[in-house]
């Protein structure tokens, strides 16, 4: 059973970076896809960047220029740099790998900057 967790979260100054991990495990196999999603308080959660393959990589367009998606396929990981964050980007930080058409979520990471 593939399991997803998150780490990196923490409270950083406006303008300031962060970077957030997330390791899929339980399986052998790779995942299909691995992606960041947000949801900031009374707000729906909304995509943040997503890495389906080096040629299919989206992100949203409030954070284009500013995050960076990477991942390691082998190890089932993906990063999220994170560089001039506005407070704006204030959110728990989910994570979310696919595997054979299944959504697997992790518990969060919560990203609070400071204006």
């Known amino acids: 059973q593939v399991q997803v967790a998150e780490s990196g979260g923490g409270l950083v100054q406006a303008g300031g970076s962060l970077r957030l991990s997330c390791a899929a495990s339980?399986?052998?196999?790779?995942?299909?896809?691995m992606g960041w999603y947000r949801q900031a308080p009374g707000m729906e959660r909304e995509l943040v960047a997503v890495h389906l393959n080096r040629a299919n990589i989206n992100y949203a367009e409030s954070v284009k220029g500013r995050f960076t998606i990477s991942r390691d396929v082998a190890r089932n990981t993906v990063y999220l740099q994170m560089n001039s964050l506005k407070s704006e980007d204030t959110a728990v930080y989910y994570c979310k790998a696919r595997f054979r058409g299944r959504d697997i979520w992790g518990q969060g990471t919560q990203v609070t900057v400071s204006s």
């Open positions: 339980g399986v052998r196999f790779s995942m299909d896809a």
